[in-house]
């Protein structure tokens, strides 16, 4: 991989009315004004509603909150509360939470919650659908390369082999709530925990009658209806080379997720790169020549699911799998500078400034 000179965990900002002040960059809004739409900077329009945020760490990331509405105080406390709920629940830390009980079952039997077996379908479904690009069992060699524990190493390739030994979706066995997961083996919702979370979030809000709420997710946003005045929201897609934002989405009422080899990283004592996207059949960090993929899709855990499967599979199979599944849509950035877009956001996607001479590639359905 090439070696980069900045490190950017934020991967989107989004561009709003100056009336939704951002918090910090770590949770994927950017401070101030800096890239935002200066067409709408200056005072909230007329007859909107000033909005409630809140902002707060949990998931082990930063979650930037913004509502509209006569309730949206009491519906982003209500938020807060069931993102912290779920973060213990599908924890593989806490001991009281469901996944650390079936990682440390020891090959036995575990009784899930409704919630929970739920989370864990989706994952294992989506792991066979993605032939297994997703692959909600890596985390022993995420662990070995120190992605979990910020003690990053490059761990042996007879460590690796011996770890891929008990890597395997296909192994689990979910019958109902009750699942069985082998010794050994151990379970992880990084990749669609955050978006799972998003989705019940915005359900939370929606039943409390918001009808316009942008949710942060480190990185996951979450779009609850459109801004105020009836317009799409713009996120700016950050940079995948380095500052600033490569271009504005706009969007309404969806979700939109990126992953990029960008997002957590270090540099080896060899001194090439390694991100934390693991391919699951190698078992060292993918190195396909994708810079960044952005999924845009009604529902948050299918984007946060997506997002990684398609940066494992790659430039070619990324398009090949959409083609069979077109009801989502995507922005692939290369690290050579090309962009491939699905034809259905080619009209809600700008490139920014200095960026506008990047070849764009319109990905078709034939």
């Known amino acids: 991989m090439k070696r980069r000179l900045w490190v950017i965990p934020a991967l989107l900002c989004v561009l709003c009315m100056t009336a939704c002040s951002a918090a ?12 935002r739409d200066s067409s709408s900077a200056g005072n909230a329009e007329e007859g909107v509603q000033d909005p409630a945020e809140t902002d707060f ?8 909150f913004t509502a509209y509405g006569d309730r949206a105080r009491e519906a982003l406390t209500l938020a807060e509360e069931e993102i912290r709920r779920l973060e213990s629940e599908w924890s593989v830390t806490d001991e009281d939470g469901e996944i650390w009980k079936i990682n440390h079952s020891g090959g036995q039997p575990v009784t899930l919650s409704d919630e929970t077996a739920q989370i864990v379908r989706f994952a294992l479904d989506m792991a066979e659908e993605t032939d297994g690009a997703l692959e909600p069992t890596i985390y022993p060699v995420l662990t070995a390369w120190g992605f979990t524990t910020d003690e990053n190493r490059i761990p042996g390739g007879e460590e ?11 192994k689990v ?28 979030t915005a359900e939370l809000l929606e039943e409390k009658g918001i009808t316009s709420a942008l949710l942060d ?6 779009a609850v209806g459109s801004r105020p005045d009836g317009t799409d929201w713009r996120l700016g897609l950050r940079n995948p ?36 996207i693991i391919d699951p059949e190698t078992g060292y960090p993918v ?24 940066f494992v599979k790659g430039l070619e199979q990324a398009q090949e799998y959409w083609r069979t599944h077109p009801d989502f849509d995507m922005i692939l950035i290369t690290e050579d500078g090309q962009i491939y877009l699905t034809e259905g956001v080619q009209d809600r996607f700008e490139l920014s400034g200095s960026f506008g001479n990047m070849e764009v590639h319109v990905i078709t359905a034939d």
């Open 24 to 35: 910090g960059t770590a949770s994927g809004v950017e401070n101030g004004h800096d890239g």
């Open 57 to 64: 760490f949990a998931m082990d990331t930063y979650m930037t």
């Open 160 to 170: 690796l082999r011996s770890l891929l030994e008990n890597v395997g979706y296909e």
């Open 173 to 200: 066995e979910l019958n109902g709530n009750q699942i069985t997961l082998p010794a050994g083996m151990e379970l992880d919702l990084g990749a669609v925990g955050k978006g799972y979370a998003g989705d019940l």
């Open 217 to 222: 997710i480190g990185g996951n946003v979450q």
């Open 241 to 276: 080379y380095g500052e600033g934002s490569i271009g504005v989405l706009s969007v309404s009422d969806c979700a939109v997720v990126t992953s990029g080899d960008y997002e957590r990283y270090f540099i080896g004592e060899d001194g090439k790169e390694y991100g934390h």
């Open 287 to 310: 190195d396909n020549g994708l810079a960044s993929v952005t999924i845009i899709t009604e529902e948050g855990k299918k984007g946060d699911a997506l997002s990684t499967s398609m």
